[in-house]
């Protein structure tokens, strides 16, 4: 939150007061867990720190009215002390931002002690497990690592990306390969070990050089990113750093970190070992490199969105480009009055609409291209499809309630809203009909009855008809490649026991786990089996093909 000046705040006395869920107390006061922080030089501003993560800048004139909040003056009292050109609507309207902000005291606040734990859950989907303080360790390691805040590492970090980004086209035809390739079980934990300690060093990475400016990482832990398991470093500290270039620098170094890791493990491969630990590697390099491209999307709340918001040092620039985005549309939508919270920024409302449609075309590509996989992951794949859908679709309706309260709040029209809101209904129940790829997946074997289709206990066989066409694939953890085709047989399925290699991209034949096994016929096949089974069933309308998913996920 940045402080209003004067003139902002009394062009806003002709709008509507912002909600307030609790008003502050009467004297106001700070929340216990508020702690304010004054300037670290004469040119650098206030901040109010929330909690360990939430840091909120005040303009100077702010800062005096938070100076005030210690629970002995009353409202009626400040403008005195506060002095011209402040009245006492200036004062209730300022505390109604900070409290809308949650920073002041109020009777929610033993709720908020709680929630400040070591175990804490983050919205929309993110559950923290803080482990400890890292602050001593990594500010004795900065004494030793200068290196890490100098220009010198940023370069270094990029040479090595560079130069493994080169090594993965020179390594082409093992990196086709090792993603299109069954794994054998150790690579496949190696991966996801590597994968575990590269974000571990990704976040001592933001850690270390927040540390080397003089800044203070204040908790280290592991957790639940969107069902992904991971590590974090909270480095909120360095909205205190003096300069837009060290805020960024932090912000960046861990992918900067990551980045060298991917480079130096594709360099790796190129030396001469054993097949296996060259594709191992090889695919430890991908993951972390792709890990890198993804947190430089500053579209949502990683890496390269806190980069730029720390560059160009504007606090909750998602938040303020998606307010501008809501008030552009609300103005064309209902008439309503323009407000801009980043006039200086003419790229500001596209970047909002981008944030909030972004999770959506995210979470639509990523089913597409996961669609496969998802539907051989059974019970697990089918929860991991709802539960993804559903976080995305939940963000969009958020702000659709947002962008109708603010029109309300502004009064527009009663006939225009419901008119709007109408037309929106209808869109949303024809988008309901849109045309989606239908398929399901599973695998296939060779056994003494013939070449069967395996698929997971929780999907519906019955949706198979005999003569339905199947498609035969040879495929890895990402690529797959078609070695044949057949249809589905007359023969009923049966509950049958099948190597886990029959589902999942591996090697081994054990464990034997519990299928439905489906008979093929006309089988035509180039390769060995086993390998994956795909069947077009068409297109079914997006409502119906998310409710299916729903179904595999909940029937018994």
Not at 212 to 219: A, F, K, L, T
Not at 406 to 411: N, T
Not at 507 to 535: K, Y
Request: aromatic residues 6%; charged residues 20%.
């Amino acid at each position: 939150m940045t402080g209003l000046p004067l003139a902002e705040r009394r062009a806003r006395k002709r709008r509507t007061a912002p909600e307030v869920r609790d008003l502050p107390l009467d004297p106001p006061e700070l929340a216990p867990d508020v702690r304010v922080h004054p300037p670290t030089s004469e040119d650098q501003p206030w901040f109010l720190q929330r909690g360990t993560n939430h840091y909120y800048r005040l303009t100077a004139d702010l800062a005096r009215l938070v100076a005030l909040l210690d629970g002995t003056r009353p409202v009626r009292a400040m403008p005195q002390r506060l002095g011209a050109p402040w009245t006492e609507e200036d004062i209730r309207r300022a505390l109604a931002f900070l409290s809308d902000a949650e920073l002041l005291r109020t009777a929610s606040d033993a709720h908020r002690r709680r929630a400040s734990g070591r175990l804490r859950l983050v919205p929309p989907l993110t559950v923290q497990l803080t482990l400890f303080d890292p602050s001593r360790m990594l500010a004795a390691a900065a004494r030793v690592t200068r290196f890490a805040a100098t220009g010198a590492s940023v370069w270094t970090a990029l040479a090595i990306i560079g130069a493994g980004l080169l090594a993965l086209v020179i390594s082409a035809g093992d990196l086709r390969a090792a993603l299109g390739e069954p794994v054998p079980y150790l690579t496949a934990v190696a991966v996801v070990i590597g994968t575990l300690a590269a974000t571990g060093l990704h976040e001592l990475g933001h850690g270390l050089v927040l540390a080397s400016y003089g800044g203070r990482p204040q908790r280290i832990g592991v957790m639940l990113f969107y069902l992904t398991p991971a590590f974090f470093c909270d480095v909120s500290d360095g909205w205190r750093l003096p300069s837009h270039r060290q805020r960024a620098h932090v912000a960046l170094a861990g992918i900067l970190v990551q980045g060298a890791i991917g480079g130096t493990l594709a360099l790796a491969a190129l030396l001469p070992l054993p097949r296996d630990v060259r594709l191992t590697l090889l695919l430890l390099a991908v993951v972390t490199l792709i890990a890198c491209l993804v947190n430089t999307i500053p579209f949502v709340k990683l890496d390269g969105y806190i980069a730029l918001m720390s560059w160009l040092d504007v606090t909750h620039l998602r938040d303020k480009a998606m307010a501008d985005a809501r008030s552009t549309l609300s103005h064309a939508l209902f008439g309503t009055e323009r407000e801009r919270r980043l006039p200086q920024y003419g790229w500001a409302v596209p970047f909002g609409f981008a944030c909030m449609l972004f999770p959506l075309f995210l979470v639509g590509n990523a089913l597409l291209l996961w669609s496969d996989t998802l539907s051989r992951l059974g019970l697990v794949g089918s929860l991991a499809t709802v539960a993804i859908v559903t976080v995305a679709l939940s963000g969009l309706v958020r702000e659709i309630v947002r962008l109708f309260r603010e029109a309300r709040a502004q009064r527009a029209g009663a006939l225009r809203r419901w008119t709007v809101g109408f037309v929106g209904i209808a869109l949303v129940a024809g988008a309901a009909f849109v045309p989606v790829p239908h398929t399901m997946a599973g695998g296939f074997i060779v056994t003494d009855r013939g070449t069967e289709m395996m698929l997971p206990t929780s999907v519906d066989s019955q949706r198979l008809a005999p003569g339905t066409p199947v498609e035969l694939k040879r495929g890895g953890l990402v690529l797959d490649e078609r070695v044949g085709t057949a249809v589905v047989s007359e023969t009923p399925a049966r509950e049958a026991s099948a190597p886990l290699s029959a589902l999942f991209p591996v090697r081994e034949t054990e464990p034997l786990i519990p299928v439905r096994a489906i008979g093929l016929r006309e089988v035509d096949l180039v390769g060995a089996a086993p390998g994956i089974a795909v069947v077009d069933l068409g297109t079914q309308p997006l409502w119906l093909w998310l409710t299916s998913r729903a179904a595999d996920a909940f029937t018994p």
